[in-house]
């Protein structure tokens, strides 16, 4: 595989609305249509959400975002691998990246919201490797059977 830069990215660009689409897609074949808690294009760029695109040779192929939450604490949201670029360490890069940027801006720990369906399950391995563990539902988030929020001090 080609180096991977992961930078900060618009989401208005053609490009990442198709993969913020299939994000969204996915997430409705997966989740009830009350759990479905993808953000959209305004959401993503609101003041202080960082969003980041992952390419290589100018081909996107992740994307990810980092929204704060409270003081100390940021979400990661957002978090899409194009299919043709799963297995291949392009969502860890993008994982770490985010954890990265959270620490630097002085977040001490991050979580996210993810699904618990099979289509999940390699998002899921991939935050357990990454040092996340399952936590009750914080902010707007509720207990619900197909959803699960994880939780990494940094």
Request: charged share 25%; aromatic share 8%; hydrophobic share 40%.
């Amino acid at each position: 595989m080609a180096d991977v830069d992961i930078t900060p990215d618009d989401p208005t660009a053609v490009d990442v609305s198709r993969l913020l689409q299939a994000h969204l897609e996915f997430a409705r074949e997966w989740s009830l249509p009350e759990n479905v808690k993808v953000l959209g294009v305004k959401a993503l760029t609101a003041d202080g959400v960082q969003f980041f695109a992952a390419r290589a040779e100018g081909r996107l192929l992740a994307i990810g975002a980092l929204c704060p939450f409270e003081e100390a604490h940021a979400e990661i949201k957002s978090m899409h691998t194009v299919d043709a670029a799963r297995g291949r360490g392009v969502g860890w890069a993008m994982l770490e990246r985010l954890a990265s940027t959270a620490y630097e801006q002085g977040c001490r720990r991050v979580s996210l919201e993810t699904g618990t369906g099979k289509g999940f399950a390699p998002a899921r391995r991939l935050y357990e490797r990454g040092g996340f563990k399952t936590c009750p539902p914080f902010g707007e988030y509720r207990h619900c059977p197909d959803s699960v929020c994880m939780t990494r001090r940094l």
